[in-house]
């Protein structure tokens, strides 16, 4: 503690000229310090750096959160960090075959408690495989509608040695011009850039919405927003450690819409001009097929709320016409034929009560059930031997 | 304040050492803490409060001033009537800052036109010399001076007496009175501001208060490093480095922007910066409050979150107060330390000696010795004085933070603790002498006391931390018990 000396102190150590030299020493080693971090770009290494699964439970579904405050959750963009604070970076029991769920917000679960989701009702099941193995579900669903970004996330999982991969999707993930618009996918230019050249993507790796970094945004100034979210990934572990709780669960929400205008036009395209071929990315889904290798995948067309309200004679719901979406499924089917792609179809098994905020949103009901129905193909889906 | 406002301050401050001429420091000094005032206030939802409350401030200053001179003081002489035409001038000047830009307004919100300030700077004025010609005998105007200051700190610091007065003040704006609550009248700094008063007030009823210019009485009520979170310096120290500032041939400490000084004030204005904005706000994302003590799944959980509290606390204030006492520093002021390892102190006492310390100081100067000198006299017990005037200390600290359960209970939780720690003290002073013949087991015996200690404040800031419903739940709770 500084005590009340320091005008009696004699200033020998500090005259004018020590205090510039201590000043210019600073600021070349400031400088020094973030040309360093811009040439070593220790970032993703600083990603697999977790307290989680060691010091803090895993969390049971990706970092992500708009209100960190109130959910102990925060959105970012490091995948390393993001799947290292995941109980999926956990090591693999002998007998353990693991399972990612990958997908969008209805997978992630939200509204739903960590124990309602997906993985979590399939976990509870305590399915056995019949290799003997029990099956452990892992939520790896991220609450953006890119097909892109679960590729992007698979690549990055894979490392995790699954040996069975469930794959939830729907038609709004689909749209190609979509791909490159979630924020995690554009903070992750290099990824997104060596998958589409590796799987031949028709995306452009020249699209600005691609957030290419200068030199200066790679120092440690231009990180200090990747470098406080590792920090604050890290701390709001030990509150969700605390309390279990990874989203903030508002008291009341709007409810998905039941009632549309007359208006059947889907992402600018009206019934009439039908949907183009090369309008939906099958090529994304192609490249997760061949991303995952030997490990098999299991694709569900997951359930969509059905309304019977005004003008549902158009639109199953708020996002899909009905024209389009049932182009989509009749193409859904025709691509897995062709591929061999096992696809489960549940987009009508769940009724309308059961879904909440969105058309894919579910209650715990819904989740339960969806689970319920998935569970016994998921059975008889051969899986891999893990790596 | 915040990073932006810290960063201006220092900026200010090293001009200020730098280039000030010596004869205009303290004038610019005031005049800085004016706009600083202003600058600081949040902003309110009642009209034109967040202009209102700097100004009453400030006239509370200028009344309290005339209060406590010395007595045979004679009338305005030319610098106090000059610091009174520059506080004027400068309200007056803040409000004409209304027709600037909003990025370019230096109040929270934009101030009220110019001749309605200066209307009721004039009623003001009037009203102050009325009620010093109505209250003619000096003690009484003094007592109804302190009187005034108490009632005013009570109601701000009591919730549903504040929402009164928001919701009386709502009406008179005509705004909605059902939306009044306490943080409408979020006054800048009254907490500090209100002891300053108070302790210059105390000083001039002993009789011990120096003779200060109106210029010296109103940068020390609101000296800009300060105002905010301390800490409660004592006017009488204070005047001294305020005097020191005079120009250079008369004292050799008026060359202000020196090395030593330079560094001193970069090393507590650096060190505060990193425990405020990196260590307190860190541990801020897992501290105890009201919406995660009801969340924790189990007593351990609670405890993680309770520490998180505690080390948030003391890294968020001492940090402010480097800040204060670096920002000092560069602009000539020693101001006191109010913190020193309070967490490694081995007893409640020694604890309370190094906590908050301006304000231990403060309550032992004006509630504790006053209170146990009148006790003894009375001839109750010893034991019994200390007791009573413990607790009243405890209770009146508590209370400064705000009058309600939890903070009463804060304050008891502590008054008893310092009672039990002085009993036994009093018991085991022999044999504690004794361990100097023994270091080990002092070791082990300070060692177990920083431990005790550590824990009974620590759990002692439930208190401090959530309303007293939430309180005793989450206390029950971290001993695994349900009430």
Same mark, same amino acid.
């Given at each position: 503690?500084?005590?009340?000396?320091?005008?009696?102190?004699?200033?020998?150590?500090?005259?004018?000229?020590?205090?510039?030299?201590?000043?210019?020493?600073?600021?070349?080693?400031?400088?020094?310090?973030? !040309?360093?971090?811009?040439?070593?770009?220790?970032?993703?290494? +600083?990603?697999?750096?977790?307290?989680?699964?060691?010091?803090?439970?895993?969390?049971?579904?990706?970092?992500?959160?708009?209100?960190?405050?109130?959910?102990?959750?925060?959105? +970012?963009?490091?995948?390393?960090?993001?799947?290292?604070?995941?109980?999926? !970076?956990?090591?693999?029991?002998?007998?353990?075959?693991?399972?990612?769920?990958?997908?969008?917000?209805?997978?992630?679960?939200?509204?739903?408690?960590?124990?309602?989701? +997906?993985?979590?009702?399939?976990?509870?099941?305590?399915?056995?495989?019949?290799?003997?193995?029990?099956?452990?579900?892992?939520?790896?669903?991220?609450?953006?509608?890119?097909?892109?970004?679960?590729?992007?996330?698979?690549?990055?999982?894979?490392?995790?040695?699954?040996?069975?991969?469930?794959?939830?999707?729907?038609?709004?993930? *689909?749209?190609?011009?979509?791909?490159?618009?979630?924020?995690?996918?554009?903070?992750?230019?290099?990824?997104?850039?060596?998958?589409? !050249?590796?799987?031949?993507?028709?995306?452009?790796? !020249?699209?600005?919405?691609?957030?290419?970094?200068?030199?200066?945004?790679?120092?440690?100034?231009?990180?200090?927003?990747?470098?406080?979210?590792?920090?604050?990934?890290?701390?709001?572990?030990?509150?969700?450690?605390?309390?279990?709780?990874?989203? *903030?669960?508002?008291?009341?929400?709007?409810?998905?819409?039941?009632?549309?205008?007359?208006?059947?036009?889907?992402?600018?395209?009206?019934?009439?001009?039908?949907?183009?071929?090369?309008?939906?990315?099958?090529?994304?889904?192609?490249?997760?097929?061949?991303?995952?290798?030997?490990?098999?995948?299991?694709?569900?067309?997951?359930?969509?709320?059905?309304?019977?309200?005004?003008?549902?004679?158009?639109?199953?719901?708020?996002?899909?016409?009905?024209?389009?979406?049932?182009?989509?499924?009749?193409?859904?089917?025709?691509?897995?034929?062709?591929?061999?792609?096992?696809?489960?179809?549940?987009?009508?098994?769940?009724?309308?009560?059961?879904?909440?905020?969105?058309?894919?949103?579910?209650?715990?009901?819904?989740?339960?059930?969806?689970?319920?129905?998935?569970?016994?193909?998921?059975?008889?889906?051969?899986?891999?031997?893990?790596? | 304040?915040?990073?932006?406002?810290?960063?201006?301050?220092?900026?200010?401050?090293?001009?200020?050492? /730098?280039?000030?001429?010596?004869?205009?420091?303290? $004038?610019?000094?005031?005049?800085?803490?004016?706009?600083?005032?202003? $600058?600081?206030?949040?902003?309110?939802?009642?009209?034109?409060?967040?202009?209102?409350?700097?100004?009453?401030?400030?006239?509370?200053?200028? #009344?309290?001033? $005339?209060?406590?001179?010395?007595?045979?003081?004679?009338?305005?002489?030319?610098?106090?009537?000059?610091?009174?035409?520059?506080?004027?001038?400068?309200?007056?000047?803040?409000?004409?800052?209304?027709?600037?830009?909003?990025?370019?307004?230096?109040?929270?919100?934009?101030?009220?036109?110019?001749?309605?300030?200066?209307?009721?700077?004039?009623?003001?004025?009037?009203?102050?010399?009325?009620?010093?010609?109505?209250?003619?005998?000096?003690?009484?105007?003094?007592?109804?001076?302190?009187?005034?200051?108490?009632?005013?700190?009570?109601?701000?610091?009591?919730?549903?007496?504040?929402?009164?007065?928001?919701?009386?003040?709502?009406?008179?704006? /005509?705004?909605?009175?059902?939306?009044?609550?306490?943080?409408?009248?979020?006054?800048?700094?009254?907490?500090?501001?209100?002891?300053?008063?108070?302790?210059?007030?105390?000083?001039?009823?002993?009789?011990?208060?120096? #003779?200060?210019?109106?210029?010296?009485?109103?940068?020390?009520?609101?000296?800009?490093?300060?105002?905010?979170?301390?800490?409660?310096?004592?006017?009488?120290?204070?005047?001294?480095?305020?005097?020191?500032?005079?120009?250079?041939?008369?004292?050799?400490?008026?060359?202000?922007?020196?090395?030593?000084?330079?560094?001193?004030?970069?090393?507590?204005?650096?060190?505060?910066?990193?425990?405020?904005?990196?260590?307190?706000?860190?541990?801020?994302?897992?501290?105890?409050?009201?919406?995660?003590? /009801?969340?924790?799944?189990?007593?351990?959980?609670?405890?993680?979150?309770?520490?998180?509290?505690?080390?948030?606390?003391?890294?968020?204030?001492?940090?402010?107060?480097?800040?204060?006492?670096?920002?000092?520093?560069?602009?000539?002021?020693?101001?006191?330390?109010?913190?020193?390892?309070?967490?490694?102190?081995?007893?409640?006492?020694?604890?309370?000696?190094?906590?908050?310390?301006?304000?231990?100081?403060?309550?032992?100067?004006?509630?504790?010795?006053?209170?146990?000198?009148?006790?003894?006299?009375?001839?109750?017990? #010893?034991?019994?004085?200390?007791?009573?005037?413990?607790?009243?200390?405890?209770?009146?600290?508590?209370?400064?933070?705000?009058?309600?359960?939890?903070?009463?209970?804060?304050?008891?939780?502590?008054?008893?603790?310092?009672?039990?720690?002085?009993?036994?003290?009093?018991?085991?002073?022999?044999?504690?002498?004794?361990?100097?013949?023994?270091?080990?087991?002092?070791?082990?015996?300070?060692? #177990?006391?920083?431990?005790?200690?550590?824990?009974?404040?620590?759990?002692?800031?439930?208190?401090?931390?959530?309303?007293?419903?939430?309180?005793?739940?989450?206390?029950?709770?971290?001993?695994?018990?349900?009430?």
């Amino acid at each position: 503690m500084t005590k009340w000396d320091w005008l009696e102190r004699p200033p020998v150590p500090y005259t004018p000229g020590f205090l510039l030299r201590v000043l210019v020493k600073a600021a070349l080693l400031f400088a020094a310090l973030n !040309a360093a971090f811009a040439l070593l770009d220790p970032l993703p290494a +600083l990603g697999q750096l977790s307290l989680y699964n060691r010091l803090f439970p895993g969390r049971p579904r990706l970092p992500y959160g708009e209100d960190p405050a109130r959910s102990y959750n925060l959105s +970012l963009w490091n995948l390393n960090a993001m799947l290292e604070s995941h109980e999926v !970076a956990r090591p693999k029991a002998p007998d353990e075959l693991r399972v990612l769920v990958m997908g969008d917000s209805s997978v992630w679960g939200v509204l739903l408690r960590p124990d309602e989701t +997906l993985a979590a009702y399939l976990n509870a099941g305590g399915y056995v495989a019949p290799d003997g193995r029990t099956m452990r579900f892992y939520n790896l669903g991220h609450p953006i509608m890119a097909l892109t970004k679960d590729l992007m996330l698979l690549d990055a999982a894979m490392v995790y040695r699954p040996d069975l991969i469930l794959w939830p999707v729907t038609l709004q993930s *689909f749209p190609r011009r979509q791909q490159l618009e979630a924020p995690l996918v554009q903070h992750n230019a290099a990824a997104v850039r060596r998958l589409i !050249a590796a799987y031949d993507l028709a995306l452009d790796p !020249a699209d600005p919405r691609l957030l290419d970094e200068s030199f200066l945004d790679k120092t440690l100034v231009g990180r200090r927003r990747d470098l406080a979210d590792l920090l604050r990934l890290q701390l709001y572990g030990a509150a969700w450690a605390a309390t279990g709780i990874d989203q *903030f669960y508002p008291e009341t929400y709007d409810l998905r819409r039941s009632d549309f205008e007359p208006d059947a036009a889907w992402q600018g395209l009206a019934p009439e001009t039908g949907l183009p071929e090369d309008f939906l990315a099958w090529d994304v889904v192609e490249a997760f097929f061949a991303r995952a290798g030997d490990v098999p995948v299991l694709l569900v067309n997951e359930p969509v709320f059905i309304s019977s309200g005004q003008n549902s004679d158009l639109r199953y719901n708020f996002w899909y016409p009905r024209w389009a979406y049932d182009a989509y499924r009749s193409r859904l089917f025709e691509r897995a034929q062709a591929n061999g792609w096992p696809v489960l179809d549940v987009w009508d098994a769940i009724a309308s009560d059961e879904f909440t905020d969105s058309p894919v949103h579910l209650t715990p009901a819904g989740s339960r059930r969806l689970a319920d129905l998935i569970a016994p193909v998921l059975l008889e889906t051969p899986t891999g031997e893990g790596f | 304040m915040q990073l932006s406002h810290i960063v201006i301050f220092a900026a200010g401050g090293l001009i200020f050492a /730098g280039f000030c001429p010596s004869r205009l420091r303290g $004038w610019l000094l005031m005049a800085a803490s004016v706009v600083a005032l202003y $600058w600081l206030q949040p902003t309110l939802t009642i009209f034109y409060l967040d202009f209102a409350l700097p100004t009453i401030t400030l006239t509370l200053a200028v #009344a309290l001033w $005339w209060l406590t001179r010395p007595p045979e003081t004679p009338a305005l002489d030319g610098d106090d009537r000059l610091a009174l035409a520059l506080l004027a001038g400068l309200v007056l000047a803040l409000s004409a800052t209304r027709y600037l830009a909003p990025e370019l307004r230096p109040t929270a919100s934009r101030a009220p036109d110019v001749p309605p300030v200066a209307l009721a700077l004039l009623l003001l004025g009037l009203a102050g010399w009325l009620i010093s010609r109505a209250i003619r005998a000096r003690h009484g105007r003094l007592t109804a001076a302190l009187i005034a200051l108490v009632g005013l700190f009570i109601i701000l610091k009591t919730p549903p007496l504040a929402s009164g007065l928001a919701a009386a003040l709502r009406g008179l704006t /005509g705004q909605n009175q059902a939306l009044a609550a306490p943080l409408d009248l979020e006054w800048l700094g009254f907490s500090y501001i209100a002891f300053r008063f108070i302790h210059t007030v105390r000083e001039r009823q002993m009789g011990k208060l120096p #003779a200060l210019s109106l210029r010296e009485y109103v940068t020390y009520i609101i000296f800009f490093p300060a105002i905010t979170a301390g800490p409660i310096d004592r006017a009488e120290r204070f005047i001294k480095d305020d005097r020191a500032l005079l120009p250079a041939g008369e004292n050799p400490a008026a060359r202000l922007l020196t090395a030593p000084r330079l560094a001193e004030a970069g090393g507590r204005i650096g060190m505060g910066l990193f425990k405020k904005f990196v260590i307190a706000d860190s541990l801020a994302l897992l501290a105890l409050s009201a919406a995660n003590a /009801g969340q924790a799944q189990s007593a351990g959980a609670l405890w993680l979150l309770l520490y998180a509290y505690a080390f948030r606390l003391f890294f968020d204030f001492s940090g402010y107060t480097d800040i204060a006492i670096g920002l000092g520093i560069l602009l000539g002021f020693k101001l006191p330390e109010n913190f020193d390892r309070p967490y490694l102190k081995n007893n409640l006492a020694a604890f309370w000696q190094s906590w908050h310390i301006t304000l231990s100081n403060w309550a032992r100067f004006y509630v504790f010795s006053p209170l146990s000198r009148a006790l003894l006299k009375r001839k109750v017990k #010893a034991q019994s004085a200390v007791f009573i005037a413990q607790m009243a200390t405890m209770l009146i600290i508590g209370l400064w933070h705000g009058v309600s359960g939890g903070f009463i209970v804060w304050g008891i939780w502590h008054g008893l603790g310092l009672f039990v720690h002085k009993w036994w003290s009093d018991r085991t002073r022999k044999w504690y002498l004794s361990l100097n013949q023994k270091p080990r087991l002092k070791t082990a015996w300070t060692a #177990a006391g920083v431990f005790i200690t550590f824990q009974f404040v620590t759990l002692g800031w439930v208190w401090f931390a959530l309303p007293l419903e939430s309180a005793w739940p989450v206390f029950w709770k971290l001993f695994g018990m349900t009430p």
